[in-house]
């Protein structure tokens, strides 16, 4: 899916959320919006991935957002949606967290052609 962003702009109001946070509005056409609270001492990861890459990246230097707030429409709906991070720990991520788990099976999507 492609989302035109339209405009990312921070705001004044300030939160703490275990680290101080900087709300940034970020809207896509004239009903998608996107309130995030992020951080400026958090390092964001080279490879951040997912549909706010590009308007997170807008942001300059703070990391994912640590809550957001979404408000979007899918098909004639009207979806909200609300995100907060519970914790966030400093430090090497174990290799075991990487591994696939032993009960773990692949199989073929439903959506495969």
Do not use: N
């Not at 230097?61 to 995100?83: E, F, H, R």
């Amino acid at each position: 899916m492609v989302v035109d962003v339209g405009e990312v702009r921070p705001h004044r109001q300030t939160r703490e959320i275990g680290y101080a946070c900087k709300e940034w509005v970020i809207t896509a056409g004239e009903k998608d919006r996107i309130e995030a609270w992020a951080a400026t001492d958090i390092p964001r990861p080279l490879t951040f991935r997912s549909a706010r890459r590009v308007s997170t990246a807008m942001m300059g230097p703070m990391a994912g957002p640590l809550a957001t707030t979404t408000v979007v429409k899918v098909m004639g709906m009207k979806v909200d949606a609300t995100s907060e991070t519970a914790e966030v720990e400093r430090g090497p991520v174990p290799t075991e967290v990487f591994e696939i788990p032993a009960q773990y099976e692949q199989k073929k999507s439903s959506f495969a052609r």
